[in-house]
């Protein structure tokens, strides 16, 4: 089960990380209202994870699926979060700052805030995501009669 989680949350990182160097390259990187796009690639990779991993099983579980989608986002969330602090404390010292600005925040003004802001949404993202995805993919109690 291992190898579904780790691959899908290393292909959801990035994925991430290639959009996130897309939008600084067209210049955009300082807009934060274009990371709910970050959503949409973590709800792909969290799907395509649960899906690869209900194909392959005979007998799929709530549990092992649910498990598979937080475990996805949860190693994304983590790897791109470390990606951003190597961008925000070497290259690009001066990002977070802008990114603060436009939050109108009038106390001392550091990159962490924007780190842990990432790690709790890319969380609450990956958690939200599973719940919705694992109510289309379990199995119904129904009866067919």
Do not use: C, R
Not at 32 to 53: R, T
Not at 60 to 73: D, E, N, P
């Amino acid at each position: 089960m291992g190898k579904y989680y780790i691959k899908y949350g290393i292909g959801i990182a990035i994925a991430l990380i290639a959009y996130f160097l897309l939008t600084k390259l067209l210049g955009l990187h300082q807009y934060p209202i274009l990371s709910a796009a970050n959503g949409v690639i973590f709800g792909a990779g969290i799907l395509m994870a649960m899906k690869a991993y209900k194909a392959d099983k005979e007998n799929f579980k709530y549990q092992k699926g649910f498990q598979i989608g937080l475990f996805a986002g949860g190693i994304a969330t983590i790897l791109f979060a470390v990606f951003m602090s190597l961008y925000i404390f070497q290259i690009d010292t001066q990002f977070a700052e802008a990114i603060l600005d436009s939050w109108g925040l009038t106390y001392n003004k550091g990159g962490l805030i924007v780190i842990i802001s990432l790690v709790i949404m890319g969380f609450a993202t990956t958690l939200v995501l599973t719940l919705a995805f694992m109510q289309l993919l379990k199995e119904s109690w129904n009866t067919k009669s």
